[in-house]
């Protein structure tokens, strides 16, 4: 099983450079970032689990995609990925272009996991109904895919919308860039996945060995190969038995959490986590 890492990044943690060049020196997979544009001072969306007072850090997200640029130029092994990625709040067409010259520049290295969004002022504040989201980041995906895999692309959705056009670059990972949804389990999540994606990216490992078979058998009703559904538990904290307890139910890649701190807390959690390679 392959180890991942993932960090709320801020402008006051380590410095996600360092910590990429870092975390590839030691052997990991991979690497994920959040993504959060802004929080609405009102904060009438309250956090799934901190409530209305949620954490002040994250007013101080950096830019996931421009991060993940910068740590392509310095890496060459590494996988890059948000997690998550907001996808609905952005232009499809734009985004399309950033991620493609990004999976281009990388080697083919960008992993996009991406959620519905939890913070619906945040999600507003973009011209964007939140109670429409989920529609939204569904098509929002497959009009990406329609420009990513074709030479003229066009889409006629219920809320993105363009004529035949050219875009280029193209993605080296076709027909897209590895996709990760995450999220509670059930049918529509699955639904999603198995339609235009590649896995699911719970938060931690709770109730996953009771959804995987109601994941796979999406993927089987979607024609897809059910051993092809990946799912990626995302910030584990690897307690004593947790990873061979995932490696036993045939996970390949389980996210584990790094502390949000300067490069004296991180580096020795990374060398730590060095240490615990899982068959």
Partial sequence: MKLGLTIFLTDQVMN???????????????????EHTHIPVARNTPHPEQGHDFD????????????????????????????????????PIILAKEL????????????LGIGYGWNRDEIANHGIDPSRRRGRLREVMLAMT?????EVAEFHGKQV????????????????????????????????????????????????????PELRRAFEEAGRDPASADAVPFGVMPTPGK?????????????????????????????????????
């Fill in 161 to 212: 919308e363009f004529p035949p056009s050219w875009s280029w670059p193209k993605p080296i990972q076709q027909p897209r860039p590895r996709v990760l949804i995450g999220g509670p389990a059930g049918p529509r999540l699955f639904g999603h996945i198995a339609e235009f994606a590649d896995g699911w990216m719970p938060i931690g490992a709770s109730g996953f060995k009771e959804a995987l």
């Fill in 243 to 279: 990873l061979e307890y995932l490696a036993g139910l045939g996970v390949r890649e389980a996210v584990l959490a790094l502390p949000s701190g300067g490069e004296d807390e991180v580096l020795p959690v990374l060398d730590a986590y060095a240490k615990l390679a899982v068959s």
């Fill in 100 to 111: 493609a010259t990004l999976d281009l520049l990388s080697g083919g290295r960008l992993t």
């Fill in 16 to 34: 996600p450079v360092r910590l990429a060049r870092e975390a590839e020196a030691r052997g990991f997979h991979s690497i994920y970032f959040p």
């Fill in 56 to 91: 002040p850090s994250y007013r101080r997200t950096l830019d996931p995609y421009i991060t993940l640029a910068a740590c392509s130029s310095v890496t060459s092994t590494i996988r890059l990925g948000t997690g998550v990625g907001v996808v609905a709040q952005h232009d």
């Fill in 146 to 150: 329609e420009i990513w895999s074709n």
